[in-house]
């Protein structure tokens, strides 16, 4: 009874909740996509795509590959989730794949093995070439097909002229003759034909089309072959022959091989689509690597037209000489023209200014920061411009520097100077501000210097010391940093600051020293002199027997004897040529280096291919000089000997350049392959008046070109000066060192001039002091009171102030 009642119970409650329950539910409403009441259902499985659809997926025997990862998508083309895909083949002896990963085998997988080996682990090659198509299928759909192209493995490509008819017939097939070539007129593999061409059938020999699909669609470009460059903004169909094998027995297989595609290795010079069109983007060469097999490999190279000719302008001015006032900032344009004559746009010029100190240079305009004078140029600078690969500088002109006219620029006006005095002999270091004109206190030094550099902003001295390296603050007046991991002398600093060249006399290395502190890089030797060329990117390094040059674009270059004669005996001193072209040097001949490598073009593999000899000789030989420098206005060389009398002698620039001398500094024009070669012609060689000269210590110019003061130990009691002309010989002559005290001067050892150009200081032996020039109606003249450092020894004797860097500085 118990059991009827509760049966009873149950009944009453679950029954009528139940009912309840069934008659509130609401079901989804099914939506067909013909918007019907049949039909593919919106939202579940309805078609499968595989990529790449036309480009398939190329592999060599026995290769493993993978199919990417299919997209399911319903009847709208919504993206669905399904949980497995079926893989299938069409032909498991060409290309099988796992079912149920996609895994790929250029061959047949093994299955049912035995012995624990799992199925689906061991790619087992038949050695058949040909085409599979792969498809995925769920859901009761199935994608469309891939196409896998199997083929011998890959030994080389080489990177050519697309394949006209014949050739595709069979006699030189390049990848634009397989079905897997681009065709715009099919979104499938296979053969293309057109009303002109309706048979193009497959030769089975050979696996090519009779027709490449770019003559039947009309999408064919003109062909890329290498064998010359093309100009910015122009299109190219890049087309690649793939081998097999090696020498006698290679086999081309481009036609089986599937599709190609190209990657540069600077996207910045062309940009490539996935139908290997390219196009030309910015001057320089860069390689190209092919992508076939699943794995790359160097195709070959693409050149965009170099720079023929920089034109460096004033807006509405002639004029390449103009005044500037100070903080002006002076529009400039430049406008690059290629081999071919076409304009270019967005070249990446670099701007160099011959005194950056004063004179800051801009990709639109130069400013004056202070009074002066200077030369702005435009250079298009591997490898920040027109960069090549290594084994192609010189091609076509890549690789290869193109310089602008320059631009001369003078600000009226004078400022300040902040003078740094110090000695060779002496733990001091005095500064002097001539807005003041009060001698500062003396800073003393960790150990006495054998060397001092600024910086161009006048921010830091580096001075060097047989014990370490000491940066010292020309802000703050005091030692910042000491490096006692190299010692040694600092014979230069980049325009940039971020380099310094020190030489260790007792390890016998050339250091080039970050700013920051660091070695950046380092070459054995031990040098004497060293300059920067004004961008910084090459410093010239006089060593001996030998000299040295660094490049950021090709590193370090030794130069010896056995390929310069007149290295026999030593470089003494060098001086960049203005504009940047190359670089002087002094010895008992003096001698020239052009900044354009002379190139030779060879065929590798059926590529061209260059050597080159950087830095070649320019064809300068002028005679003997111990000390020189050129001039900011890029006329002259003037050089100093001290035996067997202190001569000097003015070598007058014709041009940077006598294969090109419409535009000096130049490299010649492509196709010559030519390095740079000066014309120089001595227009003074004159003995220096009123003086005995033991060694040449400096010479010195003014940044307008007018004036040029050479130091020296010896005799005579005289500072010489040379006024250089505009052509011919300039006024060489010399101004007495006035005595100010009961001890005169003997001779003028060091010298600097102010940024100005209307002071030069000069450190001078016999009475110990730095002497003022200044310059007036008359030229210069030693008429200002002498500034005593009273620099001493350890021993307490006054010594000789041999050590001078100055920075300018506003008069308020």
């Known amino acids: ?215 039947v669609d009309g999408s064919n470009l003109p062909p890329y072959s290498g064998n010359a460059c093309i100009s910015q903004g122009t299109t190219g169909q890049l087309a690649a022959r793939v081998y097999v094998g090696t020498g006698t027995s290679q086999t081309n297989i481009s036609c089986i091989a599937g599709h190609m595609t190209y990657t540069p290795l600077d996207t910045s010079i062309l940009t490539v689509d996935q139908n290997g069109v390219a196009t030309a983007q910015a001057p320089g060469s860069t390689i190209i690597t092919s992508n076939l097999s699943n ?147 003396p800073v003393k030094l960790p150990y006495v210097p054998n060397s001092m550099v600024i910086t161009n902003d006048g921010s830091t001295i580096y001075m060097g010391t047989s014990t370490e390296i000491m940066v010292f603050s020309a802000l703050t007046n005091g030692i910042t940093r000491e490096d006692p991991t190299l010692s040694g002398t600092v014979l230069a600093v980049s325009p940039d600051g971020t380099t310094v060249v020190i030489t260790d006399p007792i390890r016998q290395l050339v250091y080039l020293y970050t700013g920051t502190g660091g070695i950046q890089t380092l070459y054995g030797g031990v040098a004497t002199q060293a300059r920067f060329t004004p961008d910084s990117s090459t410093v010239y390094i006089t060593a001996g027997n030998e000299l040295l040059i660094h490049s950021t674009f090709t590193g370090w270059s030794s130069i010896t004897a056995s390929t310069i004669p007149s290295l026999s005996t030593p470089a003494l001193d060098v001086a960049v040529t203005v504009p940047n072209a190359g670089a002087f040097f002094a010895g008992a001949t003096t001698t020239a280096r052009g900044a354009c490598p002379a190139t030779t073009v060879t065929s590798v593999n059926g590529a061209p291919s260059t050597s080159n000899i950087f830095y070649p000789d320019a064809g300068v030989a002028a005679p003997a000089t111990d000390r020189l420098i050129t001039t900011n206005d890029g006329k002259h060389v003037v050089g100093v000997t001290a035996t067997p009398a202190a001569t000097l002698t003015d070598l007058n620039i014709a041009s940077l350049n006598t294969a090109n001398p419409a535009s000096p500094g130049q490299c010649p024009p492509p196709p010559s392959t030519a390095g740079l070669t000066f014309a120089t012609t001595p227009v003074l060689t004159s003995v220096l008046p009123g003086i005995t000269a033991t060694t040449i210590t400096g010479v010195d110019a003014t940044s307008d070109s007018a004036t040029v003061f050479v130091t020296y130990t010896g005799t005579g009691g005289k500072l010489p000066f040379y006024n250089p002309a505009a052509s011919g010989p300039g006024t060489l002559g010399s101004v007495p060192l006035a005595t100010s005290g009961s001890t005169a001067p003997i001779a003028p050892v060091i010298g600097v001039f102010s940024s100005d150009n209307t002071t030069f200081y000069t450190g001078t032996t016999g009475d110990n002091q730095v002497h003022i020039l200044t310059k007036g109606t008359n030229g210069f003249q030693d008429v200002t009171k002498p500034i005593n450092p009273n620099l001493t020894n350890p021993n307490g004797a006054v010594v000789t102030p041999n050590l001078l860097v100055q920075r300018p500085r506003k008069l308020t």
């Open 1 to 215: 009874m118990r059991r009827f009642v509760t049966l009873v119970f149950l009944l009453f409650f679950t029954v009528p909740f139940g009912i309840s329950i069934a008659g509130c539910s609401k079901s989804t409403p099914v939506v067909f996509c013909n918007g019907g009441d049949s039909g593919p259902v919106v939202g579940q499985l309805f078609a499968i795509t595989l990529q790449p659809k036309l480009y398939g997926i190329s592999l060599n025997y026995s290769e493993i590959g993978q199919v990417s990862s299919p997209s399911a998508t319903d009847c709208k083309g919504t993206a669905v989730s399904t949980s497995t895909f079926t893989y299938g083949t069409t032909d498991m002896t060409v290309a099988d794949v796992q079912p149920t990963t996609g895994r790929l085998c250029a061959g047949t997988w093994n299955r049912n093995t035995g012995g624990g080996i799992a199925d689906f682990t061991t790619c087992n090659p038949t050695n058949k070439s040909g085409t599979a198509y792969i498809t995925a299928s769920a859901g009761g759909a199935t994608s469309n097909p891939i196409a896998i192209y199997i083929h011998p493995v890959v030994t080389s490509v080489v990177l050519g002229s697309p394949s006209t008819i014949p050739q595709c017939s069979g006699s030189d097939p390049a990848t634009n003759c397989s079905p897997s070539a681009t065709d715009s007129t099919t979104t499938t593999p296979g053969c293309p034909t057109s009303a002109t061409y309706p048979s193009n059938p497959l030769i089975p020999a050979t696996g090519c089309c009779t027709i490449p699909p770019g003559t």
């Open 295 to 441: 794995a790359s490999s160097s195709a070959g190279f693409f050149s965009t037209c170099p720079p023929q000719k920089i034109t460096l302008a004033v807006p509405n001015s002639t004029s390449t000489n103009i005044v500037v006032n100070q903080n002006f900032a002076q529009p400039v344009t430049a406008t690059v023209v290629d081999t071919n004559g076409v304009t270019l746009t967005g070249v990446n010029l670099t701007f160099e200014s011959t005194t950056p100190t004063t004179l800051t240079p801009g990709p639109s305009t130069a400013t004056p920061i202070f009074p002066g004078a200077g030369s702005i140029v435009a250079i298009c600078q591997p490898p920040s411009c027109n960069e090549s690969p290594f084994n192609q500088i010189g091609l076509y002109g890549n690789g290869k520097p193109v310089v602008s006219n320059a631009i001369d620029m003078t600000t009226p006006g004078t400022n300040s100077t902040v003078l740094y005095i110090a000695s060779t002999q002496s733990q001091y270091v005095v500064p002097v501000d001539f807005t003041t004109s009060a001698i500062g206190t």
